[in-house]
């Protein structure tokens, strides 16, 4: 290949057509999505029925959950019942409640501006909205956090009955009003629907994610009434957690959670077809040989941004490897897997006995925190802990099925201990 040219042209591709990233509320991108028709009416559905309210999408991480959401946001604001959002709003451990509610109503602000640019000149309510927002982030704010309030257990450093301590908190009775005219004039316009997803709540241990919601729960309800739509998307079990420790919240949500198991097989193929077509010149094929599409969705439980992801890295790395070549073999794709898998744990550092718990678990393929004694732990916690760590490297996956606990090998861990063939290392 020429020296600066695009990797993907070289292979006959406008672009990559196993992007990995989730989907955009646009068209191009609403043309990518396959499946979830069962799904889709369940989200539709309540949003379509009132006029405002709080719902729940769960699934485990990497089933495609944001790119559902979006794609419902874009079908609906293609409809004229709802403007999406075009920023992603996302809870992370430091996040302050009130500006992460300020942030939801400067996202609402500019969807509003995308769809009418000059809505605000002509109303007082809509340019009272825009003023407020501009001079809190003229002033320094941050809605997205960095605060440390300690209102998230452990990880904010207080426990569950911690109060909001945010700075805002004595203007919140003027932003609130303020922002409650601004809906009203944007509901003249056309607009008296707004969908806001949260994103990351499956970053957030339960207790975190549950006392978040506690302090926030008032102030959606505040949007609901005004025509906002809250998407929540979260973890499996989610709702769950919310209904055991967050009762006031559970209490508000909109029928039951959208449930989102990983697409079939012929799902992430004909996703991968669809992108090759759209973005393929002169009848490209795809360039992965599709039995190693196949090997990925079995090691990674059918994980597809974790099979998009690792196809691109492939991709990129046997390139470097053998710049001159257009098609890559299946063996080829193996050894480059497996290879940066190791690579990526070898990085991290991980003690003897961690690895130990890995090399044992892709062949169990599951592990339970009582089976401490058989790993070599000396009680179950230190094993928990273990476990948890190797969570949060992503080398391991959590399920709970009812009251049962059990960990599962991600991806990265399947294929550092796979043999080229595909067996047990």
Not at 62 to 84: A, E, H
Not at 166 to 187: E, Q
């Amino acid at each position: 290949m020429p020296e600066g040219e695009n990797v993907w042209e070289w292979f006959g591709f406008r672009k990559n057509p196993y992007d990995f990233l989730p989907l955009a509320v646009n068209k191009e991108d609403r043309a990518l999505f396959v499946g979830r028709d069962a799904e889709l009416p369940r989200l539709v559905a309540p949003i379509e029925s009132d006029a405002g309210g709080v719902t729940v999408v769960e699934g485990r991480a990497g089933v495609g959950k944001t790119s559902f959401v979006n794609v419902v946001q874009y079908d609906r604001w293609q409809s004229k019942s709802c403007l999406p959002s075009f920023q992603v709003l996302q809870v992370l451990p430091n996040t302050d409640p009130i500006g992460f509610v300020l942030s939801a109503f400067s996202t609402c602000m500019g969807s509003l501006e995308l769809s009418n640019p000059r809505a605000a000149d002509g109303d007082p309510y809509l340019k009272a909205g825009k003023a407020m927002v501009t001079q809190m982030l003229n002033s320094g704010w941050s809605f997205s956090g960095g605060l440390g309030v300690g209102l998230l257990g452990g990880q904010g450093g207080a426990g569950k009955t911690a109060a909001p301590s945010s700075p805002l908190l004595p203007a919140m009775p003027s932003i609130l009003n303020t922002a409650g005219k601004w809906f009203d004039a944007a509901s003249k316009l056309g607009w008296s629907k707004f969908i806001i997803p949260v994103n990351n709540l499956d970053m957030l241990d339960d207790e975190s994610a549950a006392n978040f919601m506690n302090v926030v729960r008032d102030y959606m309800i505040t949007f609901a009434k005004k025509g906002v739509w809250w998407v929540l998307i979260a973890k499996e079990g989610f709702v769950h957690a919310l209904e055991n420790r967050a009762h006031r919240v559970s209490e508000i949500l909109t029928g039951p959670p959208v449930k989102l198991n990983p697409l079939s097989l012929d799902e992430v193929k004909k996703a991968i077809d669809v992108r090759a077509s759209k973005y393929g010149k002169g009848g490209a094929k795809a360039p992965v040989p599709d039995e190693i599409v196949s090997w990925l969705y079995k090691l990674s439980d059918g994980e597809v941004r974790a099979i998009f992801k690792k196809l691109t890295d492939m991709i990129f790395e046997y390139h470097a490897t053998v710049p001159s070549a257009k098609t890559i073999t299946g063996t080829a794709a193996r050894n480059i897997l497996i290879g940066e898998a190791r690579r990526r744990i070898e990085g991290l550092n991980i003690q003897t006995n961690w690895i130990r718990v890995l090399e044992r678990m892709v062949s169990k393929m599951k592990v339970y925190q009582g089976e401490f004694k058989d790993y070599n732990f000396n009680s179950q916690p230190a094993f928990r802990h273990a476990l948890e760590k190797l969570c949060y490297f992503d080398l391991v996956r959590r399920k709970e099925a009812g009251r049962e606990v059990m960990y599962l090998p991600t991806a990265d861990t399947n294929l550092a201990f796979q043999k080229v063939n595909g067996s047990a290392a």
